[in-house]
């Protein structure tokens, strides 16, 4: 089971961090990615990090600004989002899977959460 939270209203130019609690015990066998859902467009990768060796991956529009991270004693992933522009307003939802690779391709991924509400006003 995976919770969402940290998301909100911020102006164009701010910061959110999002986290993602995972309750699996297991947590560190899992990649685990950010994916995000604008109204009446699909769900879109953000972010990814590796299960083992830390490496991240970075969808471009967001390459630069943001920073996947996981804390694998606290079973919780991060998203620092900075320089937020008008454009990233989405539901924001973590997922995770086990296998590596294809990190951007959501059908992939076997657990989702319910999904924070990301808004940046201009």
């Known amino acids: 089971q995976l919770q969402a939270s940290g998301g909100g209203l911020v102006q164009a130019g701010g910061s959110l961090r999002l986290s993602c609690a995972a309750s699996?015990?297991?947590?560190?066998?899992?990649?685990m990615g950010w994916f995000r859902q604008a109204p009446g467009k699909e769900r879109e990768f953000v972010a990814a990090?590796?299960?083992?060796?830390?490496?991240?991956y970075y969808a471009d529009s967001v390459k630069g600004r943001f920073t996947i991270s996981r804390d694998n004693a606290k079973n919780t992933v991060y998203l620092q989002m900075n320089s937020l522009k008008p454009e990233d307003t989405a539901v924001y939802y973590c997922a995770a899977k086990y296998y590596s690779g294809n990190y951007w391709y959501a059908p992939e991924y076997n657990y989702w959460g319910q999904g924070t509400q990301v808004t940046v006003s201009s």
């Open positions: 990090i590796s299960r083992s060796d830390g490496s991240t």
């Open positions: 699996a015990r297991t947590f560190n066998n899992y990649v």
